[in-house]
């Protein structure tokens, strides 16, 4: 089994940056994806980065530009560093981690960003 732990989420003025970051921890797979979406109120969960445990990475087009996801593998933990945010930004972001065998999500953080 895997837990996450996530962290970084906050208030930040539009134009600003905020740094998320999900480690992971317990039973894990050497090939793994970790990641992130968020959810807005009233809106369905969007997928918007994710890295696999080769570096191989998947950035939405909402997010492309701004934000930027790395990982360290020896410490199990993916990071979201996102620059240039948007009130459009402010959502519930969720962590996951996905093996050949399980997925596990986060507990989420919010990030709100004010105009």
């Known amino acids: 089994q895997v837990q996450l732990v996530e962290s970084g989420g906050g208030l930040v003025q539009a134009g600003g940056s905020l740094r998320l970051s999900c480690a992971a921890s317990?039973?894990?797979?050497?090939?793994?994806?970790m990641g992130w979406s968020r959810q807005a109120p009233g809106a369905q969960r969007e997928s918007i980065a994710a890295?696999?445990?080769?570096?191989?990475?998947n950035i939405a087009d909402s997010v492309k530009g701004r934000f930027t996801i790395s990982r360290d593998n020896p410490k199990s933990t993916v990071y979201l560093q996102m620059n240039g945010l948007k009130p459009e930004d402010t959502a519930v972001y969720y962590c996951?981690?996905?093996?050949?065998?399980?997925?596990?999500w986060g507990q989420g953080t919010q990030v709100a960003v004010s105009s």
């Open positions: 890295i696999g445990s080769g570096g191989d990475r």
């Open positions: 996951y981690y996905r093996s050949p065998w399980s997925l596990t």
């Open positions: 317990g039973s894990i797979s050497s090939i793994n994806t």
